[in-house]
């Protein structure tokens, strides 16, 4: 559950708003990329552009079907970023880091 690099991945894809609405569509179900298209004022490169990073980071599985592609939420991959926001939001089950806390009181800083 450690692997930063991996999960940020994940934040990358949702990092723009067209592809969180394009998951908020696909948490409904499976939808056609033709679907997808016609609720976005988006050109069919932008649309495969944005499927394309939403696939590669695992939170979007693609299917083919013919000459068209459906679309569904990988529901592991986002159980999994669901406990990796728990995991580094909490500090629970892992070691955390406590500094000296010297620097901070307010009669060292009021001596500087």
Known sequence: MNDH???SLFFKALSD??????VDMLSCGEL??????EAFSLSQPTLSHHMKILCRSGLVIPRRDGKW???SLN????????SFINYISTGAGKEC???DTKC???NVLSQK
């Open 5 to 7: 690099a991996e999960q």
């Open 104 to 106: 901070c009181d307010a």
């Open 75 to 82: 529901r592991e991959k986002f159980s999994e970023l669901i």
């Open 69 to 71: 592609t459906h679309y």
């Open 97 to 99: 880091i406590h500094f």
């Open 17 to 22: 708003p067209n592809r969180i609405m394009i």
């Open 32 to 37: 056609c990329a033709c679907t997808i298209l």
